[in-house]
């Protein structure tokens, strides 16, 4: 569904009567189109010596980067290497860098702080400065929202290796348009050299459940353009969709209940019959059936955590125990920011959101051994049918009650799973990533 006040407020009456009125003019975001990833061009790298801008420089060497300010000229990105911050009075070169930069920053810019996890500092007062950094970007995203400006958080466990590319790439990206005041954290690991940028998971097989439409069928979408061979997974009474879904792809179509008791061997033996091993599974399938606790019945209940929890433990245990997920291999869950702030009417919705959050902080040390990661996404408004079913009234706060003044598209939760689950992305495990536009709710 479209959204009528974002075309109407910036058309040329529509702008000039919200700006008098005082109301939101909603940034018209700019989003990655349908070919390989491209980082932004023109970005502003703080002058810091240091082996983590080394890094910076390093994974952004393709594109135009700057490192001496310069006042007349514009940017697409701004990145502020603060992992050399080490007392509370250091932390105006934060200040200074962006009081001096940023009008210089074009609309729909990208900013990124580079800081430390609190096992890589070496003090008390460097660990303090460096957890202020989230405070700083927070509120640095709230106010150049407005003009669909992101910015986000980037905490490295450290500064020799290459791990940061694959997530500062994205991060500085047209991919990360809807994702906003994240804090992403990423452990030391060595990327593959033979790799490229444009088509990262190219053989890699994924499996996405709930593909046959929404949200699902863009994950699908965005991987294979990203390389991947798809198979995607909905009920057998969307067999019809989800075929033509990946018809268009060059996937394979499997018609099957996640709730099943014996979805996990039905998956497997789809895998094995095709000769393949899943490198990245998507646990999208997911439903509602909201209503006030006291109203619930035990159906209500019992579905939604069987749905959109039990079942993806299930799934996961067979897959694993059976060796089907390979070495180096990726989980993803889709959660939802009423699993962060919850949300009234949604106990059992906000129950199992939460739940796949407590699954991917738990099993991420245990699959670690086996170099697979385990993250997730959570998903805040974004322009589906099922939110096109909500009343006017709430659609509306739902849309606007965000630093970006709008909705997401599935596209912009597709992008950031296609992040996760590339092989440039192997330090980033245990992640919960909003795709909200900073929205106020678990903000």
């Known amino acids: 569904m479209s959204d009528g006040y974002l075309e109407f407020s910036n058309s040329y009456f529509g702008k000039k009567l919200c700006k008098g009125l005082g109301l939101?003019?909603?940034?018209?975001?700019?989003?990655?189109?349908?070919?390989?990833?491209?980082?932004?061009?023109?970005?502003?790298?703080?002058?810091?010596?240091?082996?983590?801008?080394?890094?910076?420089?390093?994974?952004?060497?393709?594109?135009?980067?700057?490192?001496?300010?310069?006042?007349?000229?514009?940017?697409?990105?701004?990145?502020?290497?603060?992992?050399?911050?080490?007392?509370?009075?250091?932390?105006?070169?934060?200040?200074?860098?962006?009081?001096?930069?940023?009008?210089?920053?074009?609309?729909?810019?990208?900013?990124?702080?580079?800081?430390?996890?609190?096992?890589?500092?070496?003090?008390?007062?460097?660990?303090?400065?460096?957890?202020?950094?989230?405070?700083?970007?927070k509120s640095l995203a709230k106010e150049v929202g407005r003009k669909g400006i992101t910015a986000n958080l980037l905490l490295a466990s450290g500064s020799e290796s290459n791990?940061?590319?694959?997530?500062?790439?994205?991060?500085?990206?047209?991919?990360?348009?809807?994702?906003?005041?994240?804090?992403?954290?990423?452990?030391?690991?060595?990327?593959?050299?033979?790799?490229?940028?444009?088509q990262p998971l190219a053989g890699k097989v994924a499996l996405v459940t709930g593909a046959a439409r929404g949200i699902g069928a863009a994950i699908a979408q965005v991987l294979a353009r990203d390389g991947a061979t798809v198979i995607g997974l909905d009920t057998p009474a969307s067999q019809q969709q989800l075929q033509q879904t990946m018809d268009n792809i060059k996937g394979s179509s499997l018609p099957l209940s996640v709730t099943d008791s014996d979805a996990g061997q039905q998956i497997a033996q789809f895998v094995k019959d095709n000769n393949q091993q899943l490198d990245i599974i998507v646990h999208n399938a997911g439903v509602t059936r909201d209503k006030m606790l006291s109203r619930?019945?035990?159906?209500?209940?019992?579905?939604?955590?069987?749905?959109?929890?039990?079942?993806?433990?299930?799934?996961?245990?067979?897959?694993?125990?059976?060796?089907?997920?390979?070495?180096?291999?990726?989980?993803?869950?889709?959660?939802?920011?009423?699993?962060?702030?919850?949300?009234?009417?949604?106990?059992?919705?906000?129950?199992?959101?939460?739940?796949?959050?407590?699954?991917?902080?738990?099993?991420?040390?245990?699959?670690?051994?086996?170099?697979?990661?385990?993250?997730?996404?959570?998903?805040?408004?974004?322009?589906?049918?099922?939110?096109?079913?909500?009343?006017?009234?709430?659609?509306?706060?739902g849309r606007r009650l965000c630093s970006l003044s709008q909705g997401g598209l599935p596209q912009d939760v597709a992008e950031t799973i296609a992040f996760l689950a590339s092989p440039y992305s192997q330090g980033v495990s245990a992640n919960l990533i909003r795709v909200c536009g900073q929205n106020i709710m678990g903000a």
């Open 24 to 137: 939101p003019v909603p940034p018209l975001l700019r989003r990655a189109n349908q070919t390989p990833e491209q980082t932004v061009t023109d970005i502003l790298v703080s002058n810091v010596q240091s082996a983590t801008t080394t890094a910076i420089l390093s994974a952004l060497n393709d594109t135009n980067v700057h490192q001496a300010d310069n006042l007349s000229a514009k940017y697409n990105g701004l990145i502020f290497d603060a992992t050399t911050i080490t007392t509370t009075t250091a932390l105006k070169s934060l200040y200074q860098f962006f009081n001096l930069n940023l009008k210089q920053l074009n609309p729909n810019g990208k900013i990124a702080v580079i800081g430390l996890t609190a096992q890589a500092t070496v003090s008390t007062e460097h660990t303090i400065v460096q957890r202020s950094l989230q405070g700083f970007v």
């Open 163 to 198: 791990s940061i590319a694959g997530p500062l790439r994205f991060l500085m990206s047209d991919r990360c348009a809807y994702v906003n005041a994240q804090v992403i954290s990423v452990s030391q690991h060595q990327i593959e050299n033979k790799l490229t940028w444009q």
């Open 296 to 397: 619930m019945n035990d159906s209500q209940w019992e579905l939604l955590m069987d749905v959109n929890l039990t079942s993806i433990l299930r799934i996961n245990q067979y897959l694993l125990n059976n060796n089907i997920i390979a070495q180096a291999g990726r989980i993803i869950g889709v959660s939802s920011i009423s699993g962060i702030g919850g949300n009234a009417g949604q106990t059992n919705y906000a129950t199992s959101k939460a739940g796949v959050i407590g699954m991917i902080e738990q099993m991420a040390p245990i699959l670690a051994p086996k170099q697979i990661t385990i993250n997730a996404v959570a998903p805040g408004f974004i322009e589906t049918e099922m939110t096109a079913a909500v009343p006017f009234i709430p659609r509306q706060l």
